[in-house]
């Protein structure tokens, strides 16, 4: 089955800097990489993905990328802000409606320190 | 008023009790998870209902039972509860053909 792997675990990165957090998959068949970012106290909110036939997606300060040889996609986040601080998780998923199953990555934590 | 919601949001119980986590959404999506959060391993799928007469297991649904009530709800069992199931329980829904899935606040489970 699918795995996902993701680091760092931890991130604590200035205000302003740039973070970026990576996620590798085994599965050449995923086709959809969602990224969710987890508040204190609040379940996880779909901030942005990207689908296979793409290489990159921006939405204002978040990029994300993906290497399909590879099998891994990142998580860019530019000037970073200190209500940026959360859980990221990235995502797989392959199949469409006959197997809509994501599998997660293990969180990162980041911290922006002001 | 939140489109996802779960009850309780904190329970504490004994090692044996059987105990029920509701989730009920008003997004009118026909697709409802449970997943399991614990800390460094993310988030992983128990179970999974793509309509109410569908119901299949996730990744780890040892130990636990679902039952789809209405298209709004989705209800989740631990038939006899054990400590290695205190955790941060999720449930999600999502519409076919749309890829998100919205996840509801969360219930913090403690088994003593």
């Known amino acids: 089955g699918e795995n996902v792997e993701q680091h760092p675990s931890t991130l604590s990165v200035q205000e302003g800097d740039s973070a970026v957090i990576k996620c590798t998959y085994s599965?050449?068949?995923?086709?959809?990489f969602p990224w969710y970012k987890q508040e204190l106290g609040k379940g996880p909110q779909l901030i942005i993905d990207?689908?296979?036939?793409?290489g990159e997606k921006k939405d204002q300060r978040i990029a994300v990328t993906l290497n399909k040889t590879a099998k891994h996609f990142s998580l860019h986040i530019t000037e970073t802000q200190p209500e940026d601080s959360a859980v990221y998780f990235c995502?797989?998923?392959?199949?469409?409606?006959?197997?809509?199953?994501?599998?997660f990555g293990s969180g990162t934590r980041l911290l922006v320190r002001p | 008023d939140a489109d996802v919601t779960q009850t309780p949001r904190n329970r504490i119980t004994k090692t044996g009790k059987r105990i029920m986590l509701e989730c009920s959404q008003t997004k009118g999506h026909d697709r409802m998870y449970w997943y399991r959060q614990d800390p460094g391993l993310g988030l992983r799928l128990i179970y999974y209902s793509f309509d109410v007469k569908d119901i299949n297991k996730g990744e780890i649904s040892d130990g636990y039972s679902v039952s789809r009530q209405a298209q709004a709800k989705f209800s989740l069992s631990l038939e006899s509860a054990i400590p290695n199931q205190t955790a941060l329980y999720f449930c999600?829904?999502?519409?076919?053909?749309?890829?998100?899935?919205?996840f509801g606040p969360g219930t913090r489970l403690l088994v003593l």
């Open positions: 599965d050449s068949a995923s086709n959809y």
């Open positions: 999600a829904t999502s519409d076919p053909g749309l890829e998100t899935q919205y």
């Open positions: 990207i689908r296979s036939n793409v």
């Open positions: 995502a797989a998923r392959k199949g469409m409606d006959s197997s809509y199953k994501l599998i």
